[in-house]
Each structure stands twice: as C-alpha cells, then as structure tokens.
C-alpha cells in the first residue's frame, strides 16, 4: 500500500522545537523528492522544505530559512523536519508528500503525486 505517515505534531510554546517524521511505505523514494507542506485555514498552501531523495539536495522557503532542517534517513525511508525558534505564524496542518521531481520544482510549484494525512503543529505561548 502506497503511503505516507506522518508523526511528531504537538503543541508547543514560541522559541521552542518540533521535530516531524515522515515513513514512506509501498514504494521506494530514491527517485522522488520529498517534502513538507503547510495548510493554515484562508490561506494558501506553503511548501516549507522539500528535499531530493536521491542526492539529498534541499530547498526551504523563506519564512523557514535557518530555523528549520530537513534530513532523509535511507535506511527507514523516512524524511524529518527539525522546526527550531518556532513561532505563531508557523501553527497549521503540516503534511508530507512525494512526487518525481527535484526539491525546488516540488516546493515552489506544489507538485504532488501523493501525501499524507497530516500533522497539526500548534505555536502558542
């Protein structure tokens, strides 16, 4: 069964950290870039940082840039957000998704061949 799973939602005060997992099941990964996206209600989708499975080359939109890392770990197929110095503006529904393209494309042009359920993520003091 094709899937993604995500864990690691919470809530969390501002300044704190998160960390989010994502499992790949039914299909190998090497070949796709993976990435996690953000949907806060009345807003548009956001994809905060994707990454290429293959080569592990990264991309992260501006409002993450040096406060979130994303990593890949071949071996459990899975692809974790480190999410340091949160804050209230970064609480929403947080997903993984794959699709078979490179990092950049996937992130800035929301190209999805499949995602998970998602994760609530909530910053509040």
């Known amino acids: 069964q094709l899937q993604l799973v995500e864990s690691g939602g919470g809530l969390v005060e501002p300044g704190g950290s998160l960390r989010l997992s994502c499992t790949a099941s039914?299909?190998?990964?090497?070949?796709?870039?993976i990435g996690w996206f953000r949907q806060v209600p009345g807003k548009e989708r956001e994809g905060v940082s994707c990454?290429?499975?293959?080569?592990?080359?990264?991309y992260y939109g501006d409002s993450v840039q040096g406060r979130f890392i994303i990593s890949k770990d071949n071996a459990r197929n899975t692809v974790d957000l480190q999410m340091n110095s949160l804050r209230p503006e970064d609480t929403g529904v947080y997903y993984c998704?794959?699709?078979?393209?490179?990092?950049?494309?996937?992130?800035?042009?929301?190209?999805?061949?499949?995602r998970g359920q998602g994760t609530q993520v909530n910053v509040s003091a």
């Open positions: 039914g299909f190998t990964p090497n070949y796709f870039a």
């Open positions: 990454i290429d499975y293959s080569d592990g080359m990264t």
């Open positions: 998704a794959a699709e078979r393209t490179h990092a950049q494309d996937m992130c800035v042009w929301g190209r999805i061949w499949l």
